[in-house]
């Protein structure tokens, strides 16, 4: 069977319980960034929490949400790889570099995030093999996204990862939804679900 609805799902609240999600990426920050420059797990897993309470701290203090999506993160990402590395003494590599190791350690450690709700799992096979199309708007970036759901073995059953990177927004109620790419479906054959 093939359905006339396309089906955007969420994914943390919907797919991934947001606190497991947090707690296991805490857990594998460490690890990751032994493979990637060495040091212990430990050390690492301490510079990830100070640079990202810092990091928290700072976006407070600005007081208001940048609107630009690719340049907060960008510069999130490099911060945090840039602040890891000080507070362990490494040197700090170029921006490029910074911002490549960023991206791999996201892609290594979502791709072993298991935080998946009860439920959600099945009923992603169950919708997809009953052919619905599906796929993911959040406010994640889209590598990200690609990474949890490869992580739970559902990455094939989604079409496009609506990432807050694909359209330079942040996610703001339904926004991200209506301001997809050309050609994304109109909201006659859309239906957003919470699974």
């Known amino acids: 069977m093939t359905s006339a609805l396309i089906v955007f799902v969420d994914l943390g609240g919907v797919i991934i319980d ?18 990637l420059l060495g040091g212990t797990q430990e050390a690492w897993t301490l510079a990830h929490r100070l640079v990202t309470t810092r990091l928290e701290k700072c976006e407070e203090a600005y007081g208001q949400a940048p609107t630009d999506f690719l340049s907060f993160y960008r510069s999130y990402q ?13 040197l700090i590599p170029a921006e490029s570099e910074c911002l490549g190791l960023a991206y791999r350690a996201i892609a290594s450690i979502t791709r072993c995030i298991q935080a998946g709700l009860p439920g959600a799992v099945e009923a992603i096979r169950i919708l997809h ?4 199309p599906l ?8 590598l990200e996204l690609a990474g ?14 609506y990432g807050a990177d694909l359209i330079n927004t942040f996610k703001d109620g339904p926004e991200p939804l209506t301001a997809t790419e050309a050609g994304a479906p109109g909201p006659e054959n859309a239906a957003q679900t919470s699974l």
């Not at 606190?19 to 493979?35: H, S, Y």
């Not at 796929?135 to 889209?142: E, F, I, K, R, V």
Request: proline residues 0%; charged residues 20%.
């Open 148 to 161: 949890y759901l490869d992580g739970l073995d559902v990455r094939h059953c989604f079409g496009r990862l």
């Open 78 to 90: 490099l911060h945090w790889v840039t602040g890891m590395c000080e507070l362990l003494g490494i």
């Open 135 to 142: 796929h993911l708007a959040s406010g994640s970036c889209s």
């Open 18 to 35: 947001k606190d497991q999600q947090t707690t296991q990426w805490k857990g594998l920050v460490g690890e990751c960034f032994v493979k």
């Open 129 to 132: 093999q009953q052919g619905y």
